[in-house]
């Protein structure tokens, strides 16, 4: 199965940022260079996707015109002498044809990821959250796209967490491993208490599915917080066709609470070629201040 389209889940408000997400979509927020939804973006094209459906919602345009041309800024960049900066505004519009469409209610992931029906078609395609930020070798989606072409089902991205988190997100039930790093799931539940956990490892920000799960998510009734939950509808999946989970290699970084958008800024700028040093050195002064 060749996985060449993928959505970009970005309809969330931005709660846990606030007041910074009032009026800046929380995937618009700098992470050193770049705004967060690019490094997605070129996590995308890195594991071969050509076409990106974006999922927006009312006061989300910011994200629409980013990925767009401006030619009154290119054009005045030229004209100032700074060729570089105007390859760079460019380069953003070409990495990748990116389509939007709008979840026009709240009602939850698994809605957003239906609302993409008419652009995926027949086809596998790739979910990536848009607050999840990944840091690795192959990039993480790649690594899903491999374990998915080569096992011909869907694939999620796991990772072991602590009891205190895999209380916040969704945890999975292995069975046999398939190749390194890669299980087959046999289940899967949203949120659970410790009582109701299936093992410690959770699924984190990152999917290949086949097509069949529109149809599922089509009827599956609302969950937690009274939502359509993805993974409640992976998990209809999962028990009707093959599913496998890949303990994935990389850093995860949820940008979209204040800590974690913190980690992902000092992380990022450390690797920054510009900034990394000077960061690096302000890093061990301020530690030998604070002792």
């Not at 086809?123 to 848009?130: Q, S, Y």
Request: aromatic share 6%.
């Amino acid at each position: 199965m060749k996985v060449r389209k993928a959505i970009i889940p970005a309809a969330g408000l931005g709660t846990r940022l606030l007041p910074n997400t009032k009026s800046i979509p929380k995937e618009m927020l700098p992470l050193v260079d770049k705004p967060v939804i690019q490094y997605i973006v070129e996590e995308a094209v890195a594991a071969g996707i050509e076409k990106i459906l974006i999922i927006t919602n009312r006061g989300k345009s910011p994200i629409e015109d980013y990925f767009d041309y401006a030619p009154d800024l290119e054009e005045r960049l030229i004209a100032d002498g700074k060729l570089r900066d105007a390859q760079i505004v460019r380069e953003v519009a070409d990495m990748a044809d990116v389509y939007f469409v709008r979840q026009k209610e709240t009602k939850g992931l698994g809605h957003a990821v239906w609302r993409a029906r008419s652009f995926v078609n027949e086809e596998p395609f790739a979910v990536l959250l848009g607050d999840d930020i990944m840091l690795s070798e192959t990039p993480v989606l790649k690594q899903l796209v491999m374990a998915s072409e080569a096992n011909d089902c869907s694939a999620v991205a796991v990772r072991q967490v602590p009891d205190e988190l895999i209380t916040k997100y969704s945890s999975v039930k292995l069975e046999e491993q398939l190749s390194e790093r890669v299980f087959r799931i046999s289940d899967m539940n949203e949120k659970p208490t410790l009582s109701e956990k299936l093992s410690d490892y959770a699924i984190l920000g990152r999917y290949v599915l086949t097509p069949a799960i529109f149809d599922i998510l089509e009827h599956t009734a609302p969950g937690r917080n009274n939502e359509i939950q993805l993974t409640d509808g992976m998990r209809t999946l999962c028990h009707r066709e093959k599913m496998c989970a890949v303990d994935f290699e990389g850093r995860r970084y949820d940008t979209g609470n204040l800590k974690g958008y913190l980690e992902a800024i000092i992380d990022f700028a450390l690797k920054n070629e510009e900034a990394g040093d000077w960061l690096r050195r302000f890093i061990l002064d301020k530690a030998d201040a604070l002792r």
